[in-house]
């Protein structure tokens, strides 16, 4: 087994039971966008399945030969025009966030007859320059996503401002999720998994603890 991967795992279930929470609570999510394959290899042979990636088209020429293997979970932002390929390729799309892209994936849904999970984006920092909804429009989009496009949302995702305390962020996500009746949050990274864990996370995306520098 990759020793990094022993040790995140490791540390994941020290912060779960920490939390009060059993050790099994939090998902590992490995964020192998842009890593060489040399790098993903020893931690798919020691035994993880569910990776995150950015972009579609990396992840088919990345994952087309293992598809069947993972748990596949896109977690960059998406553009409509890549929404066919996200419903056929994805098990999970963590970055909805606007009504245009929840149109989309309705109208994939029902043509392909097929249904990724869902998340919501909620940019809780409102930093102009990342995706997501605002904190304040995140019910009304939530009940759009449900009642206007019949779409099942599973949880929420946030990605706090870098230079920011995470947890009040953390703790905001986990609100919105609480009044909405959502059990998922994706939340927490390689730099603050173990805060996130803390406040309720219930997968965290971690990428170079676990692979090294790109």
Partial sequence: MSQALNAIRSRIAAAALAAGR???AVQLVAVSKL???????PVFDGGQRVFGENRVQEAR?????????????????????????????FDVIETLDREKLARVL?????????????YVQVNTGEEPQKAGVTPVEA??????CRGVYGLSVE???CIPPAEDDP???????ADIAARNGLAKLSMGMSDDFETAIACGATSVRVGSALFGAR
């Fill in 155 to 157: 949880g929420l995702m």
């Fill in 139 to 144: 019910d009304a989009f939530i009940a759009a």
């Fill in 22 to 24: 059993p050790a099994d």
């Fill in 106 to 118: 309705a109208d994939e849904v029902q043509a392909q007859g097929t249904a990724p999970r869902l």
């Fill in 61 to 89: 020429e990345r994952w087309t030969p293992l598809r069947e293997q993972i748990e596949l979970r896109l977690i960059g932002p998406l553009q409509t025009n890549k929404a066919r390929d996200a419903v056929a390729f």
């Fill in 167 to 173: 947890v009040p962020h953390f703790r905001m996500l």
């Fill in 35 to 41: 890593q060489p394959w040399d790098h993903i290899a």
